[in-house]
């Protein structure tokens, strides 16, 4: 088995002790960080196959889900090409009812290199703290919202209207998550979708130029 193989599978089994072990092993051996973040991601969609199957059940998921931000923790230096630009600062949170922060935290560091000044408001977090999070900072260009769950997707979308509604402006609104579509973005009036975090950062430096 090569090492990104060993990365793959230890991060389905959850084996947070060796994987950060693992994923600097493979470093070393040449791999690529882009394409060892992909073997994480890759796992966890057979995890959540898994799920889907009934063969595992949520305190495996969560196991997988620790194991995968050990490894993403490993690869950060390694990824981010920190832009000398200024873009602004960028609120970001998981929209409320919904615990996954992985997808969020790649989207974070992904922008974080792009240039955006990050706030990070975590996970379950309501269109109120959103908007709070809009007065308290200075310079708020982008606002972006992670949903995973397709029983979240009402959050995304009125936490998109809030933001509307609360008469702040300046800044624009992403959104995005894996059962987020642009045809949903579009229907709720978020300003971008992006499907991945690569394209995240693109979508959002041309949506605050
Ligand atoms: Co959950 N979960 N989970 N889970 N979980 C999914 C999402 C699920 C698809 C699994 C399945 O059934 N196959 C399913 C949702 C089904 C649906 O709604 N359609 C599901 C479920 C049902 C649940 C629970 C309800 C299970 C239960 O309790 N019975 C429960 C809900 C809890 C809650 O949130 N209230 C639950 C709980 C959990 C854990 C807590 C155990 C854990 C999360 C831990 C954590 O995040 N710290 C977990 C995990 C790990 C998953 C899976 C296995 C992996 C998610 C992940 O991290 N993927 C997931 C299955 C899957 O995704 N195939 C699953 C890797 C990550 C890199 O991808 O987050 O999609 P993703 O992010 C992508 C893009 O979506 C995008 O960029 C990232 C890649 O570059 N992106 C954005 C994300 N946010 C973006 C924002 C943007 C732009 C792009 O702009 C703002």
Redesign the pocket.
Same mark, same amino acid.
């Given at each position: 088995m090569s090492k990104i193989e060993e990365v793959k599978s230890n991060v389905e089994a959850g084996k947070t002790k060796l994987i950060q072990g693992l994923v600097r092993e493979a470093l070393d051996e040449g791999y690529a960080a882009g394409d060892i973040l992909q073997a *994480?991601?890759d796992a966890?969609?057979t995890?959540? =196959?898994k799920?889907?199957a009934g063969t595992i059940f949520?305190?495996e998921?969560?196991i997988? +889900?620790?194991a *995968?931000?050990l490894g993403v923790g490993v690869l950060k230096p390694h990824m981010a090409e920190t832009s000398s630009v200024s873009l602004g600062t960028c609120i970001?949170g998981?929209v409320q009812?919904?615990?996954?922060?992985?997808?969020?935290n790649?989207?974070t560091m992904?922008l974080e290199s792009a240039g955006f000044t990050m706030i990070d408001l975590g /996970?379950?977090v309501s269109p109120e703290k959103f908007i709070q999070a809009v007065k308290d900072n200075e310079n708020v260009k982008l606002v +972006?919202? $992670?949903?995973?769950?397709?029983?979240?997707m009402p959050a995304l979308q009125s936490t998109v209207a809030a933001l509307k509604e609360s008469g702040l402006t300046g800044f624009k609104t992403? /959104? !995005?998550?894996?059962? /987020?579509t642009q045809e949903f973005a579009d229907k709720i009036g978020a300003d +971008?979708?992006?499907? =991945? +975090? !690569? $394209?995240?950062a693109v979508k959002a430096k041309k949506l605050v130029a």
């Open positions: *994480m991601i966890m969609g995890v959540g =196959d799920f889907s949520v305190p998921m969560l997988a +889900a620790k *995968m931000s970001i998981t009812g919904d615990l996954h922060d992985i997808g969020k790649l989207v992904m /996970v379950d +972006a919202c $992670s949903g995973l769950l397709s029983t979240t992403m /959104v !995005g998550g894996a059962p /987020v +971008a979708y992006a499907p =991945d +975090a !690569g $394209s995240a």
